[in-house]
């Protein structure tokens, strides 16, 4: 088992990484201070996993709350199902929930736990690779809003993050690539020679071998926690995590909750950000395609949805947490390796961005 | 002008308590970070203080959401309305929420305020007595649900508060006693000199005597913050103010949220804590009238529903948030002017306080 830190004061907090972490209840009830446990899955997971959590949590008064799975439901109608749990349960402020599942259970239970009784403790146990390397990490909790995708939430940080390999054998295979989009994310924004440890090792982690899995979750966690402890609330470098994120969240808005999985709205997005930054001149053509090339491989989408006009970019970036003083700031490539946050772009090239033809761009790289 | 200050380390903040301070802006642009601000007040507010304070901020981008009046508004489906209007009115991280009302407008637009884009600045602006000695300082903000009060919510404090004490002149009367009920709290709880005070100038205060409420709202505001300051999340001392909440509440879960008013319930509720401790020991019989003509002289009511039984409190008090593991800790009162938080106590003493009849008291008081 590895363990890596989040180093946020008295906010800090572990990540253990580790085939079969599921079933070690030692590790578990180091983070649990009270008698009552509430976990928080859905119809996908809990026939999975949901039973030998419940045996490691033998010694408590475990409660369980089942919600329908998908992005279409992170919303406020089914985080009240999680409070009608726990209130008829009678779980009162020392409770703890746990979140077992992927990035939208992940999202709403850390949600539910920042609201109870204005705020309980709760554990992250992601089981896709998604929630692994990205959202069950840094304490961003929310849910959507019919105009905003995230728009109501906590910062609000896990007491623990426990993420058992074992669970990504039972992940489909579209799953899988919506997560390598977010591994391949720390690469492109931070970390350089990554790209070329993922060029090498894409096939092995699509084929699940465990050694390149917990590589890739390990190096993209250590990134992320260290981007988290220097800007827990985001108020300067946690915003380049968002690379690909704000044309991502414009096609899932546009498209409705869940038609694309959140990863491929981002893979898509990223490549306009690849294309953005190389007509300011920062990448090179070859860089631009190289990002390209990498997230095909991963099994990703690398052209937005082609009914989609500029127009309806523009109006779902509007309404970003980005936005500051009617500012768009994006996420952009200095180089590979380097992402900056900026509104300091002619907006022609904004435009262009949203007009370029990514269907040609995916046919000029073989893709 | 009266300055106060709730010392919370990065979080402080100041109170502003004077006359007329609504048309000062310069007050409130010290507060304001960004160019626009949301106000958040009520059908019954917004024609009275609505345009005055607009015009306080005519250097913003204004946006105005006006909510139906009352608690049994303050759950979900009005919260939205905040949500949906600052969305559509493009409010970005930088935006500033002004709460302008009573209790369940700070408690429902601080709770906006924490959850919008995962936080964003807001200012109370109350304009109850209630909100201004109580609920306006310290941070507590929340919703109701339909199986407890104030069950969902988060702690996070305001930049600032503004009291105008010229808005007390619309409050209708028993408005004015309910935040009375709050007032004589921080007698019973924590200085019991203010008891003697408030018994000379409790028909003062009923005239709107601008000297006696600015004094007692001082008085107030001085001791919240004191208990705010050295418990902020209610881990200790904080629960105090408390006293005749978890019998109130319950008395106004089952009679539906908004027949009894928050201060009315807590009133009656606090004549059982009182009877409560008078049983235990801790209260002469003689102390505990002092404290039950004291809230009747505010014109308060001092018998709990005569149809509600001890099986029904006990349910609703079962789901109070100061139960920790299964135990029901209550506010009760040493003397006059120290309140202590305890489990330890016979439930036989509990049950005979549910069953007193407390009209019989009422009238032996001559009330």
Known sequence: MQTLHVELGERSYPIYIGQGLLSRPEILSRHIAGRQVAIITNETVAPLYLEVLQQSLGGYSVACVVLPDGESFKNWETLQLIFDGLLTARHDRRTTVVALGGGVIGDMA???????????????????????????????????HPLGKNMVGAFYQPKAVLIDTASLNTLPVRELSAGLAEVIKYGLICDEPFLGWLEQNMSALRALEQGALTEAIERSCAAKARVVGADERESGIRATL????????????????????????????????????????????????????????????????????????????????????????????????????????????????LRTDYAALAHSINA
Chains 1, 2 share one sequence.
């Open 110 to 144: 850390g949600f539910a736990a920042a609201c109870y009784q204005r705020g309980v403790d709760f554990i992250q146990v992601p089981t896709t690779l998604l929630s692994q390397v990205d959202s069950s990490v840094g304490g961003k909790t929310g849910i959507n």
């Open 242 to 353: 968002n690379l690909g994120h704000t044309f991502g969240h414009a096609i899932e808005t546009e498209q409705g909750y869940g038609v694309w999985l959140h990863g491929e709205a981002v893979a898509a997005g990223t490549v306009m950000a690849l294309e953005m930054s190389h007509r300011l001149g920062w990448l090179s053509a070859d860089e631009r395609d190289r990002g390209v090339r990498l997230l095909h491989a991963a099994g990703l989408p690398i052209v937005p949805p082609q009914d989609m006009t500029p127009e309806q970019f523009l109006e779902h970036m509007a309404v970003d947490k980005k936005v500051l003083d009617g500012q768009l700031r994006l996420v952009l490539l200095k180089r590979l390796g380097e992402a900056v946050v900026t509104a300091d772009y002619p907006r022609e090239i904004l435009d262009a961005t």
